[in-house]
């Protein structure tokens, strides 16, 4: 049973992966069309800045799955019943305090704003803020539920609602948007949807999994245990909040929101780049906890494997992403402009390319992530990430207020540049046992497969006339093609060759 539910929910995860990259390529140019840039930008701003709010969580829900597994080796049942209750009323309380943050800002709008927004825009964005609230204060008690889900590994039902949250909202929206309602009835439906989802765990798990919940007699020790092993985690969320929220928060208060719409929009972009990324590296997380825990005595022999692991998966990494990373320099601009988004978004290409290309380095590396985690050095990063969200917020006030989304993107840029490709590289090699000398090698020879497309790519922009979709088309297709080409002639080696030759053998053989 657990074997097919993680199997099932791998495929189901890349499957909602795929779908949730679709819904925002396809459903992101019509809201934008339909609400219009302000609007746009609106809705993103307080998003945002109740997004922030999830700070709140302080990295509890990774505590659930800790304790869960710990109880559950002893098959202590009243331990976990005991647990149940713990987190329920942890965020129970989390959600009203959530509650009256939301409902400050509701009703400050200026302490977040200043004079950035209009005052047609304050009326609208309180009842935004109003109704995101709302969902806030639900979805912290409602995720107790969906983290016993989790640690029953019933990956399934898991996906399968995530699922249904990421098709049912735009499609119910939609058609409303088409009859003329606007951002509010888009939250509206956004909440709804959340809610049924919400209500779903919450049945599955009382009469489904059949759960008890007690709310006392607590184990000693354990808030005190489990604050220590959520700190870090809570740093990482604060951090990530600062460092892809906040700027969305400056444009509002400094620029208003048709600049929130422009970063918006090359944010969007970045987000489906990004997700390329993670799905490559996820499947090797139990491969790298075997080989840390295996190697424990061999320092050598764990530098050895961790490092051809990170090599050959950086790689691979390289191969996906920087396809996607030199089309979108070749073609985003006429993408975003004359396709997606349209006129008057030309700054998001700009930001779309100063978030896409200096990520690229940490997208390619992210397999270090996990190997930190199993080598339990993970806090380092936490602290230079703080160090990292803070150069990006200092950058970005300043840079904001003179080039709107492009100097905030820029501050975000630069830091990330110099976490992830100086400091970030020299920990890994100093204190992971990883060879980066040897990974840089491998990529810089693994680049020449590069030369051809990049002279290709200049070629066409420079050469030929892409006044048409079609013509856009053409252009796209023709440039992969000769990417796939000079990787396979240039870039790649036998074992990457072997991944795609393998499966083609079969589906011929059949």
Avoid at 465 to 493: D, P, Q, R
């Amino acid at each position: 049973m657990p074997k097919n539910q993680l199997k099932a929910g791998s495929i189901l995860s890349y499957l909602q992966m795929a779908l949730s990259v679709i819904i925002q390529l396809v459903y992101t140019p019509v809201m934008i069309r339909l609400l219009g840039k302000h609007e746009y930008g609106l809705y993103q701003t307080v998003a945002s800045t109740i997004s922030m709010l999830s700070i709140l969580s302080l990295g509890f829900n990774s505590g659930y799955i800790k304790y869960y597994a710990i109880y559950k080796k002893k098959d202590d049942r009243t331990a976990i019943s005991k647990l149940n209750g713990l987190f329920l009323i942890i965020f129970a309380i989390i959600g009203f305090v959530g509650m009256l943050c939301g409902l400050f800002l509701s009703f400050h709008l200026d302490f977040v704003f200043d004079k950035g927004l209009t005052q047609a825009e304050y009326t609208k964005a309180r009842i935004l803020m109003l109704l995101l609230t709302a969902n806030l204060t639900v979805s912290f008690p409602m995720s107790v539920f969906q983290n016993i889900i989790s640690a029953h590994e019933r990956f399934i039902f898991l996906k399968l609602l995530g699922m249904v949250k990421t098709v049912f909202s735009p499609l119910i929206t939609l058609p409303l948007l088409l009859m003329g309602y606007r951002s509010i009835a888009m939250v509206a439906v956004t909440v709804s949807v959340t809610l049924f989802v919400d209500v779903m765990y919450y049945v599955y798990v009382l009469f489904k999994m059949k759960e008890k919940f007690i709310f006392n007699d607590f184990e000693k020790g354990i808030f005190k245990s489990l604050f220590a092993y959520t700190a870090f985690i809570a740093l990482n969320t604060v951090i990530d909040q600062i460092n892809w929220n906040i700027d969305k928060l400056l444009l509002g208060r400094f620029k208003g929101t048709g600049e929130v719409a422009v970063y918006s929009v090359g944010y969007t972009l970045y987000q489906c780049y990004m997700m390329f990324s993670t799905s490559v590296s996820g499947v090797f997380t139990p491969r790298i906890h075997k080989i840390v825990n295996a190697t424990k005595d061999n320092i050598a022999e764990q530098k050895i494997q961790l490092t051809d692991l990170f090599i050959r998966v950086g790689r691979l990494q390289f191969i996906i992403l920087f396809l996607i990373a030199s089309g979108i320099v070749f073609f985003g601009k006429f993408f975003i402009v004359r396709i997606w988004a349209g006129y008057g978004y030309d700054n998001s290409y700009f930001v779309a390319l100063l978030l896409v290309i200096p990520a690229s380095i940490a997208l390619i590396q992210n397999l270090g992530i996990e190997i930190q985690r199993a080598e339990n050095k993970h806090q380092f990063r936490s602290i230079v990430y703080t160090i990292m969200a803070m150069i990006n917020l200092g950058l970005s006030i300043v840079l904001c207020q003179k080039f709107g989304a492009v100097g905030s993107a820029i501050g975000t840029a630069i830091s990330l540049v110099l976490a992830n490709g100086l400091v970030m590289n020299i920990y890994y090699n100093r204190k992971c046992n990883i060879d980066i000398p040897l990974f840089w090698k491998n990529i810089i020879r693994q680049s020449v497969g590069l030369i051809i497309p990049i002279c290709a790519g200049i070629a066409m922009v420079t050469l030929i006339e892409i006044n048409s979709i079609g013509m856009f088309g053409i252009c796209v297709l023709s440039y992969t093609a000769v990417y796939c080409i000079s990787m396979w002639l240039f870039g790649m080696n036998d074992y990457e060759k072997d991944l795609v030759r393998m499966p083609l053998k079969k589906v011929l053989y059949k």
